[in-house]
């Protein structure tokens, strides 16, 4: 907890891991799965565009021993997010993980 504590009081702000992580929750609970393509720029489509590439930035920021702490917060919601998903296959290869994901409805070729 102390290295979050430092990245934020130096690389990042204060409360922007945690933002980071309730963003990324609040993307991935139920309900919440009607928002537009991550990659779309229309305003609106989500209050943070891409949350889990947020919290991979957090990641990326702590060091080498403190990744653990942080992985043990975002785990479960990546894998609520892993069972609430399928693989998307017009997604390109060079996309995160994340992103390389299929929502419910998002690719409907009815409509």
Known sequence: MAAV??????????GEVAAALLAWTR????????QLLP???C??????PDPR???ERMLT??????????????LPIDRSFLARTS?????????PWWR?????NFWDDTG
């Open 87 to 95: 693989p998307d296959p017009r997604a390109s290869p060079d996309w």
């Open 53 to 55: 590439g947020e919290v």
């Open 61 to 74: 920021a702590l060091p080498r021993w403190a990744k653990p702490y942080l992985y043990s917060l975002v």
């Open 100 to 104: 390389q994901r299929r929502r419910p």
């Open 27 to 34: 993307d991935v609970i139920p309900g919440t799965t009607t």
């Open 5 to 14: 504590i430092a990245v934020e009081h130096t690389l990042l702000w204060p």
């Open 43 to 48: 305003l609106g489509c989500s209050w943070e």
């Open 39 to 41: 990659q779309c720029s």
